[in-house]
């Protein structure tokens, strides 16, 4: 048997990016002892990667804004399928979250008399997002870092959960290796908060990093508790296309924020063939406007590129597929022609764009101030995760709490820019205090041996074949099948296959072969993430095949509609007490009256 | 496309580890970074590597490429010469984990040693300052630093003298200077980096501001200013012969 060390904590927060980091702060302020996991090194997190900014409506450049146009974007975004309560506190406490970072140090950029400046982003009526640059999840991760680890919050750098543990219904802790030497250690805790990320490495073309491999929302599931909306997964319209080897990353929102332009071969500027009713009152109907609104004029309009993401992306797969995209099948985003309208645009769009100008010279050679960039579709984020309370944030099992892309509500059935780090925020400090308030009111539960024993010998299994399957040849499999058929347009023959695909990479993940030991193996690490990925491959799979419309960022060509009938509904998806996954479709909860009143208002 | 061989530290300690070659199919514009998942991933599964975003952003991905610290993700194989192996290796100021990942924990337990921010009081009523772009600027130059410690790689002070018990190296210089120039900031570190923070090891080569894959000026705007500081503060003759009043 392999021995292991214990650890006690009253909360256990699992992942540190922006929502693990809130979360551990919050706690600890509360008084309880804080242990806090991280899947590779502090402050490496994808967070980290975040361009554009966060959505707050602060209104220090428009005074129109507040919280109820940021509630209502922030639904109608969502194709009202949002949690309406957690859209409620965002909105609302936001702009209170990020005048906190400014008091941990963070340093965003300026309005002229000096307060926090806000840029547009698709879907957001007014300029709402705090930024610094396109680097504000660097700026935002490295200030709770910085306070986090002064508030004595005990860190566990390059640590991997395989499984949370139970005691009866309530989570009592979760057991993990350490990617330096593959030991095992078990943390016993009163409460556990998941803060995870999302599930990018499911799929080839992705902006993700490594560790998105939907740990947390596999966690959970194991532990019995509900995911919702798992057939809405965002493809960020803009990522780079060319060359291969830089396929995915991000082009940031903040790109089209400043004024850039999506174009076809043609030159055509095809974002203002197709501007869906909702959102026509808000639209520009000619270039001249949507140029103004970039500039902050505040009688114009948003130009057509920054629509929704969910929308944005189809215009962009539409025109590839008409025969009409790039040379290397995207489509073109151009800032350079800013030079147009303003004299000193190249130092401009390096003032605005800095990591964008380096990102393309470095990696693509384009000089992104001279031509247009290369860009497609990306996949981004996970709309969809583990269903929480709103206020509380605690998941369908008593003491497991969820926050940031691993949990679900707040953006429906599409999300907008900017309010993901938003969210992780809000959302991680009400994690972090209801966790501590959830400890404090429970103890330690016994942790059962054999229990522990069964997960570490089915892990180190791999290990002992002798003729199984590469690891990385599975997941690459899996990449390209959830690719091609579960992407981002969808049909019922296709999904169905990827239902029979998957079957058979479950059986193929059942018997993969690692070499070497357990000191910083990749193989081993990749083989253990496997089982993550196809858990939530599945629940994509299942729960899009059970919506039978178009909406947000699930769209269906065999059904192209939305359907206002059958469509409001929320997609659950658990494990039956046989092992297998189980869905099913839950009504809507009715919005609060004076919510109600709200939207209607803003229409 | 092209065959190219890459000559790749493999071990768990420096005196048992030693070199392997291997060659792998390569792509237009591929980085090193894809070429280390290349081979790890059809040649040798245990191959020990750090990674996350594979966009320079997150600074884990840094090793020493034909002997240059440098991050692997955004090193192009058609800036390298091919025709010999491309050489790679762990960054040698920090302990060998496996491979190409060495143990950077030092790094952050010095952080956690430097005072943190302590802000003035806010300026307004509702909690919030007033701030200037020039002022935010400033300071922002030094956190773009994504902390890839490649710059404590190349340091002669640790890699070469080892001193980390007495340096804290140019990267906790930069973060030192971001807290000092902060606008808001009202905390004084200059008798920490005088004494147990040793930024008087420094003797100004530049071999960090060439690293740094941010391309922050870290001698010129950090390590220089910090210095000046520390001079007026403890080595100006009016200074100190002020002090001896204040003593007194």
Redesign the interface.
């Known amino acids: 048997m392999n021995t292991y060390d214990t650890f006690d904590y009253d909360v256990l927060v699992i992942g540190a990016g922006g929502a693990g980091l809130r979360a551990a702060i919050e706690a600890s302020a509360h008084g309880v002892r804080v242990g806090l996991i991280c899947k590779s090194l502090l402050g490496k997190a994808h967070t980290v990667m975040a361009e554009g900014g966060v959505a707050a409506a602060l209104s220090n450049v428009d005074e129109r804004d507040n919280w109820k146009v940021h509630f209502t974007d922030t639904m109608r975004g969502g194709q009202y399928l949002n949690n309406w309560r957690m859209a409620e506190l965002h909105a609302k406490e936001a702009p209170d979250r990020v005048r906190e970072l400014e008091a941990w140090g963070a340093l965003f950029d300026r309005t002229k008399d000096g307060k926090i400046l806000q840029r547009n982003f698709g879907g957001h009526k007014y300029p709402r997002l705090a930024h610094v640059g396109d680097r504000t999840g660097l700026e935002m991760i490295r200030t709770l870092q910085d306070h986090g680890i002064h508030q004595g919050v005990s860190v566990h750098m390059e640590f991997t959960i395989i499984s949370l543990l139970k005691s009866g219904d309530r989570v009592s802790g979760a057991l993990g290796y350490d990617r330096e030497r593959g030991r095992f250690n078990v943390f016993r805790a009163k409460a556990v908060v998941l803060a995870t990320g999302g599930v990018g490495r499911a799929y080839k073309i992705t902006s993700n990093s490594w560790e998105y491999t939907g740990d947390g929302h596999a966690l959970a599931y194991r532990a019995g508790a509900e995911l919702i909306d798992m057939e809405f997964l965002q493809f960020h319209p803009t990522g780079m296309v060319w060359p291969p080897s830089v396929q995915g990353i991000l082009v940031t929102e903040g790109v089209r924020g400043e004024g850039g332009i999506l174009l076809n071969k043609e030159g055509r500027r095809f974002m203002f063939d197709d501007i869906p009713d909702l959102y026509r009152n808000q639209t520009a109907d000619n270039e001249e406007e949507g140029w103004r609104y970039t500039q902050g004029d505040r009688n114009a309009r948003r130009p057509p590129e920054l629509l929704t993401r969910d929308h944005v992306a189809r215009c962009i797969v539409r025109e590839i597929k008409a025969g009409r995209g790039s040379p290397h099948g995207g489509v073109f985003l151009d800032i350079s022609w800013i030079k147009e309208k303003i004299p000193n645009a190249a130092e401009v769009i390096k003032k605005k764009l800095p990591s964008m100008y380096h990102q393309f010279k470095k990696l693509a050679d384009i000089d992104i101030t001279k031509e247009p960039m290369e860009v497609g579709p990306t996949t981004h984020y996970m709309m969809g995760g583990i269903r929480v309370n709103a206020d509380t944030q605690m998941s369908t099992v008593p003491g497991l709490f969820a926050a940031g892309e691993c949990a679900a509500g707040l953006h429906g059935a599409n999300r907008l820019g900017g309010n993901s780090l938003s969210d992780l925020l809000v959302f991680g400090k009400r994690a972090g205090e209801h966790a501590a308030l959830f400890a404090k009111e429970h103890g330690f539960e016994t942790i059962d041996d054999a229990r522990i024993k069964s997960i570490v010998d089915e892990s180190l299994r791999p290990f002992e074949r002798t003729g199984g399957e590469n690891p990385f040849q599975v997941q690459y499999d899996l990449q390209d099948m959830m690719q091609d058929l579960v992407g981002i347009v969808r049909n019922e023959a296709e999904m169905q296959q990827a239902v029979t695909e998957l079957k058979k990479l479950q059986e193929r993940a059942q018997n993969v072969k690692v070499v070497g030991n357990r000191e910083y193996n990749g193989g081993w690490h990749t083989a253990l993430d496997l089982q993550n990925l196809l858990a939530v491959s599945e629940a994509i799979a299942l729960a899009a095949l059970q919506r039978k419309e178009s909406r947000g960022a699930h769209f269906r060509e065999d059904y192209p509609a939305k359907d206002d009938q059958n469509g409001k509904f929320n997609s659950v998806v658990r494990i039956s007490a046989d092992g297998q996954m189980e869905i099913r479709k839950d009504p809507l909860p009715e919005i609060r009256e004076d919510l109600k009143e709200i939207i209607a208002e803003m229409k | 496309m092209a065959t190219v061989s890459f000559t790749i530290f493999r071990g ?1 300690s420096p005196d048992t580890g030693g070199f392997e070659t291997y060659s792998t199919e390569t ?5 090193v970074l ?1 070429a280390v998942h290349k081979i ?3 040649q040798a ?16 991905c840094s090793a020493e490429i034909n002997g240059m610290p440098r991050l692997m993700c ?1 090193t ?1 194989l058609s800036d390298l010469p091919l025709d010999k192996p491309v050489l790679l290796q762990p960054m040698k100021a920090f302990p060998l ?3 190409l ?1 060495t ?3 030092w790094n ?1 337990d010095v ?2 040693k430097i005072k ?2 302590k ?1 003035r009081p ?1 300026d307004n009523a ?8 020039e002022d ?1 600027d400033r ?2 130059e030094f ?2 630093c ?2 890839c410690f490649l710059c404590q790689d190349v340091c002669h002070v640790l890699r070469e003298h080892r001193m980390h018990d007495e340096f804290i190296g140019p990267r906790f210089l930069v973060y030192a200077a971001a ?1 000092e120039m ?4 009202t905390e004084d570190r200059l008798p920490d980096l005088k004494n147990s923070e040793g930024i008087g090891l420094c003797n100004i080569t530049k071999c960090c501001t060439g690293v740094c894959p941010e391309e922050i000026h870290i001698t010129d705007n950090a390590i220089i200013p910090l210095k000046e500081r520390v001079v007026d503060r403890f080595y100006d003759p009016l200074h100190w012969f002020l002090r001896l009043f204040k003593k007194s």
Do not use: Y
Request: hydrophobic content about 35%; aromatic content about 6%.
């Open positions: 768990n792509d237009e514009g591929m980085v894809d790890q991933a059809e599964n245990d191959l020990s590597v750090r990674w996350n975003c594979k966009a320079g952003k997150c600074g884990s955004m192009r984990i496996k491979d990942v143990n950077v924990s952050f952080k956690k943190k921010f802000p806010p509702d909690g919030t300052w007033r701030i200037a772009q935010v300071v922002q956190r773009k994504i902390e807290l902060h606008p808001l900031d």
